[in-house]
């Protein structure tokens, strides 16, 4: 009892961002010390502001964010420079050194790390102007501090792995296409309309369901990437995209059989036909469910076998009505979603800083 609250709670501050705001504070604490220490600074934000910014939620995102703070500062040197040591007059020179900072800040790929361009232009052009040479290089120097202790406890300190999130949302979407072929089997057989068996809104959440399957695993490969925590490479392989590709179009199937079921007559009534197709209905709602990564289901190769005979498109017509065989494509489809081979266990790299990238796909 104790174990599940305490995992509620410490699930409830993951959620809250408590995570980053620790590292993000570790990171800006360590700058501050360092730079008091080594630089002999009293009072070092600049450090201390670029560790908070650089932390982020990943860490892909953590170095995303240090390379474009790194970035931006640079820049902002860079147009400073020749603005204070060229320009005549100095108001002048930070007219021209504000004008092109500013341009520079507003492309997009710094994004809102592009603000640091005039902020650091600004500096950089007073601290050259006033002679302050060692304050400026005083100030560098904290920034760099800032950006690699940011990264080193973006890097170190538990980055988040969100892939319990994704496989629950994995989970969720198999058990939903699941639950929907067993209820268009109930109304094949009942003769009855999908909306009648599954609700008015069944196609809306499995809708909802799939869009946030495919939310999460992105997610979940968001923070695996770079990410040098164990779980992070034992428990990649659950999180194929080939697995969300075929849950997806097993879905999309069984939402137009859904809709030919709905608009039509359905199946005629014919023990000949309807019960077979309830039966492969249901055995597909098994594959679906059983759509893990793995081996396929071994029912499948029989249902699809079951499938030609009833009546597959290039084969004889089913002795029923002609939505009989328009209802046999949508199943089809689905079996040969379900029907792609295995993803290939990815080779294991003996490197320490993987990037962890999905392998490419022949």
Known sequence: MHSAQLSALTSRLRRAGCAEAARATVAAGLTWQTCVLLLHVSDPYAGAVAALLVVETTVAATVGA?????????????????????????????????????LLARHGFLGHHGLHVPMTALITFALIRGRHHDELITHLAEMVLGIGFGLACGALLFPVVRVRSAERALEDLRLLVARHLDGLADAVVRHERPRSVLGPAWENDLDTALTRARTAVDEAHESMRWNPRPTARRRRRHLDHRVLRTLG??????????????????????????????????TTALCAYSCRGGRPHPALPAARHALTRLG????DPPPGAAADRRLLRPLESALSCLSEPAPAPAARSHRILDPLRPTPRR
């Open 66 to 102: 240090a390379a474009r703070y790194a970035a931006g500062c640079l820049i902002g040197v860079l147009v400073a420079v020749p603005g204070a040591l060229y320009a005549g007059p100095g108001t002048a020179g930070l007219a021209l050194v504000a004008f092109v900072s500013v």
């Open 249 to 282: 179009g097993v879905a999309g199937q069984v939402t137009a059989t859904g809709r030919l079921l709905d608009t039509e007559s359905g199946p005629a009534d014919d023990s000949g036909f309807s019960r077979p197709y309830a039966h492969l209905l249901r």
């Open 312 to 315: 597959a498109p290039g084969c």
